[in-house]
């Protein structure tokens, strides 16, 4: 695991070498099913500084309003100060984060030196993926009482890059919170998938989740997200990088 943190830590940087594009859909429904929102985004994603930026190519959507599905396109996002407005926004800027190297965010996948001091790896078995062989890991917090997360994850043999890696909360939030602040969010976990675009660079290419949030009494809804990156460019991070915004179409949402 030292070889995997000191990799992520020298990928992180690699990474930022990178223009890519990355299709974001946000689908929130409430418990019976029906659909209140549902945003699809196109992103291209730019090398900067200090983490990555993030060019809207395309938004659009649609969201339930007196009694009707509105359907709209570009930015602003409409209604976007409602209750599922905010919630759209909120996990298409904030889970696909663009203040980390990888275009998300950063503090879902405890490999880097960092987060790894917060947890213990048990080896569980050597896989085969795609072809190449893959150590099969669980990691759970360090500390049984923290509550962060807890999952699995399947390690390149060769290279000591993470090729899956899946997330759970380590715990139930507790209960005084839920029966106090009638907060919960049963099923929370994230599941992504990296590729392989050269030698030791490794990028997380799709990400998904689908979970219950519970909030305050009167929040109740299914929130399904996932991503999807592509295109891999390397560039020069000294060198002008020029696209024009209608020259992605980016690829067709995925159906969760």
Same mark, same amino acid.
């Given at each position: 695991?030292?070889?995997?943190?000191?990799?992520?830590?020298?990928a992180q940087?690699?990474?930022?070498?990178y223009?890519?594009?990355?299709?974001?859909?946000?689908?929130?429904?409430?418990?019976?099913?029906?659909?209140?929102?549902?945003?699809?985004?196109?992103?291209?994603?730019?090398p900067?500084?200090?983490?990555?930026?993030?060019?809207?190519?395309?938004?659009?959507?649609?969201?339930?309003?007196?009694?009707?599905?509105?359907?709209?396109?570009?930015e602003?996002?409409?209604?976007?100060?409602?209750?599922?407005?905010?919630?759209?926004?909120s996990?298409?800027?904030?889970? %696909?984060?663009?203040d980390?190297?990888?275009?998300?965010?950063? @503090? !879902?996948?405890? #490999?880097?030196?960092?987060? +790894?001091k917060?947890?213990?790896?048990?080896?569980?078995?050597?896989?085969?993926?795609?072809?190449?062989?893959?150590?099969?890991?669980?990691?759970?917090?360090?500390?049984?009482?923290?509550?962060?997360?807890?999952?699995?994850?399947?390690?390149?043999?060769?290279?000591?890059?993470?090729?899956s890696?899946?997330?759970?909360?380590?715990?139930? %939030?507790?209960?005084f919170?839920?029966?106090?602040?009638?907060? @919960? !969010?049963?099923? #929370?976990?994230?599941?992504? +998938?990296?590729?392989?675009?050269?030698?030791?660079?490794?990028?997380?290419?799709?990400?998904?989740?689908?979970?219950?949030?519970?909030?305050?009494f009167?929040?109740?809804?299914?929130?399904t997200?996932?991503?999807?990156?592509?295109?891999?460019?390397?560039?020069?991070?000294?060198?002008?990088?020029?696209?024009?915004?209608?020259?992605?179409?980016?690829?067709?949402?995925?159906?969760?």
């Open positions: 695991m030292k070889r995997v943190a000191e990799n992520q830590d020298r940087t690699e990474r930022n070498k223009v890519y594009e990355q299709h974001v859909r946000v689908d929130i429904r409430r418990t019976n099913g029906k659909l209140a929102r549902e945003e699809v985004a196109d992103l291209l994603v730019l900067a500084a200090k983490g990555s930026t993030k060019r809207t190519q395309s938004l659009k959507g649609q969201y339930w309003k007196h009694g009707q599905y509105l359907a709209f396109t570009g602003p996002a409409p209604d976007s100060g409602s209750l599922d407005g905010s919630l759209a926004k996990f298409r800027e904030d889970l %696909i984060s663009g980390s190297k990888d275009g998300m965010a950063k @503090d !879902l996948f405890p #490999l880097t030196t960092d987060e +790894q917060n947890y213990k790896f048990k080896l569980k078995e050597e896989t085969v993926v795609s072809g190449r062989a893959a150590y099969h890991i669980a990691f759970s917090p360090a500390d049984k009482d923290d509550f962060t997360w807890a999952g699995e994850a399947l390690i390149d043999k060769e290279e000591f890059e993470p090729v890696v899946y997330t759970r909360l380590s715990r139930r %939030i507790p209960l919170v839920r029966t106090m602040l009638g907060t @919960d !969010l049963p099923g #929370l976990g994230f599941n992504t +998938q990296y590729r392989r675009v050269g030698p030791n660079i490794w990028f997380p290419a799709s990400f998904g989740t689908e979970f219950h949030l519970h909030a305050v009167f929040i109740n809804r299914v929130i997200v996932s991503m999807e990156s592509s295109g891999f460019k390397r560039t020069s991070t000294d060198s002008d990088v020029h696209y024009n915004d209608s020259s992605t179409e980016g690829p067709k949402p995925k159906q969760w």
